[in-house]
């Protein structure tokens, strides 16, 4: 399951134009002990040996990751689904560009289902021009939210304070386009 996750994360994080070289690490650190590590191009990807991840593992895993100069991105994958309290750190720290999978999640290519709807992040110039077309002058209160952790934002390597467009397709309507903006997590008032 674990070569297939790698094979999934390579598939996404090459598709954000990044690097996909992969190279195992080792740690000597007692903290780390039951995570496998790797880094595929800039992006540290911690694979958790324990059933049940918790929170305290998140910040053992960004400690780590800070620690060890890996700034552009961590992947943390769970053998089981994350509890409530779990994912709630986890959202805490999606500034840090954090992305917790179930690992389940990483056995094939969600964004090839003929359900999934395009999703991406719009660079400054596109965001500007979205934001003047539609007379949106504060997008944190003026667009649907989405969340952080949610699977195609994490595909995507979204953060909170993104912009991302939405590609729907209809029968009736045809393609059309739809703006939702980034937050860290959408059960919580900002």
């Given at each position: 399951?674990e070569?297939?996750a790698?094979?999934?994360?390579r598939?996404?994080?090459?598709?954000?134009?990044l690097e996909t070289?992969?190279e195992?690490l080792?740690?000597d650190s007692?903290?780390?002990?039951?995570?496998?590590?790797?880094t595929?191009g800039d992006?540290?990807?911690?694979f958790?040996?324990?059933e049940?991840i918790?929170?305290?593992?998140?910040?053992n895993?960004?400690?780590?990751?800070?620690?060890?100069?890996?700034t552009?991105?961590?992947?943390?994958?769970a053998m089981s689904?994350?509890s409530e309290?779990?994912l709630?750190?986890?959202?805490s720290h999606?500034k840090?560009r954090?992305a917790?999978?179930h690992i389940?999640?990483?056995?094939f290519?969600?964004?090839?289902h003929?359900?999934?709807?395009?999703h991406?992040?719009?660079?400054?110039a596109?965001r500007t021009v979205?934001l003047?077309?539609f007379?949106?002058?504060?997008?944190?209160?003026?667009?649907?939210?989405i969340d952080?952790?949610d699977t195609m934002?994490?595909?995507?390597?979204?953060i909170?304070?993104?912009?991302?467009e939405v590609?729907?397709?209809?029968?009736?309507?045809?393609?059309?386009?739809?703006?939702?903006y980034c937050v860290e997590?959408?059960n919580?008032?900002?």
């Open positions: 399951m070569d297939k790698l094979d999934t994360l598939i996404m994080l090459g598709r954000r134009k070289n992969t195992r080792t740690s007692k903290k780390m002990e039951k995570v496998t590590l790797y595929i992006v540290l990807v911690c958790s040996q324990k049940k918790l929170s305290t593992d998140i910040t895993v960004i400690n780590f990751a800070k620690d060890n100069a890996h552009n991105g961590i992947v943390l994958v689904p994350p309290n779990v709630r750190v986890a959202k999606s840090d954090l917790l999978f389940w999640q990483l056995q290519d969600i964004t090839t003929r359900m999934a709807m395009p991406r992040v719009l660079v400054d596109e979205v003047d077309t007379k949106i002058s504060n997008p944190e209160n003026q667009l649907p939210w952080s952790q934002v994490k595909w995507i390597g979204a909170p304070g993104d912009v991302i590609t729907r397709h209809s029968d009736t309507a045809g393609r059309s386009f739809y703006y939702r997590d959408v919580v008032a900002q």
